[in-house]
């Protein structure tokens, strides 16, 4: 799931939707931030879990792609997209009795399509040179918060990750390299990145109870709707290296990875393997 949240492409709640827990992942959240005590504690022993294993791949991740996002950036894209393409006929399936009898609900999907590209088109930042976070204002303050509500919304949904709404809004980039900063002690980054967890703990109490209700009571229109988010994520993949410090052209047939993209589509078969190897195993 760190991984995938890491990257711009699948969400971490995708991870978890492919390896058959998302639901109990999503009610176990909301069970710890607003459930009684009782809830909490059932909750607590999953969620520490999860969470020792997400920080630490996150954090490595964050070194990783900080020395070589802008070196290889086209082959790393290729992944992403790699692993977005191959993720929607597998939450088809997953989900076909959801969908099934439920077309009309496709405009979702057709709304999810829209709503990435709209939103960098719309966005002036990420056309704008790279955001310094060592720079301290009421402003940027403001928009890291925002920005950081949005990405842990999508985050925990089963379509796009955080990050691809990081790059939408042109932060990808500033952030990962803010984290692998201060991994290596330099703090004139830490109180901005102070600012975006807290935001991403705001943005996690609404939409965790949001998205546990969604799930209950309009569970193909969100299946519909993430669908649609992944398809429109392979947009802003695309565009990914025009958001670098010194941006560089968009992908294009010459630039794609072939090889990658089959490395990404590999992941996936890898994770399904284990989904069914678990599933055989507990019954």
């Known amino acids: 799931m760190a991984v995938a949240d890491s990257v711009p492409g ?9 390896l058959g827990f998302y639901d ?3 009610s176990s959240v909301d069970d710890m931030l607003t459930g009684t005590m009782e809830r909490r504690k059932a909750a607590l022993p999953f969620l520490l879990k999860l969470a020792v294993g997400w920080a630490a791949a996150f954090l490595i991740c964050a070194v990783i792609l900080a020395n070589l996002f802008d070196t290889y950036i086209y082959e790393i894209s290729s992944l992403f997209i790699g692993l977005t393409v191959c993720t929607v006929p597998i939450v088809v399936m997953e989900e076909r009795s959801s969908l099934k009898n439920h077309y009309p609900h496709i405009i979702f999907t057709a709304l999810g399509v829209a709503v ?3 939103m960098m088109y719309f966005n002036p930042v990420s056309r704008e040179s790279s955001v310094d976070l060592t720079q301290i204002s009421p402003q940027l303050a403001l928009f890291l918060f925002i920005a950081a509500v949005l990405a842990v919304s999508v985050m925990v949904l089963p379509g796009i990750s955080g990050s691809t709404m990081l790059l939408i809004m ?3 980039v500033p952030l990962i390299s803010a984290v692998s900063a201060v991994i290596h002690l330099e703090l004139a980054y830490v109180p901005m990145l102070v600012v975006f967890g807290l935001g991403m703990i705001t943005g996690l ?3 965790a109870k949001l998205l546990r209700y969604c799930l209950e009571k309009y569970r193909s229109q969100t299946i519909y709707l993430s669908i649609g988010l992944l398809i429109g994520s392979l947009y802003a993949i695309v565009l990914g290296a025009t958001t670098l410090d010194v941006p560089r052209p968009p992908m294009s047939f010459e630039t794609f990875s072939i090889l990658f993209f089959l490395l990404g589509a590999g992941i996936l078969a890898l994770l399904q393997y284990l989904k069914k190897r678990a599933e055989k195993k507990a019954a």
């Open 116 to 118: 990435v590209p709209l």
């Open 170 to 172: 042109g932060l990808y």
């Open 205 to 207: 109490v609404f939409i």
């Open 10 to 18: 699948v969400s971490g709640g995708t991870i978890a939707f492919l």
């Open 24 to 26: 109990k992942f999503i």
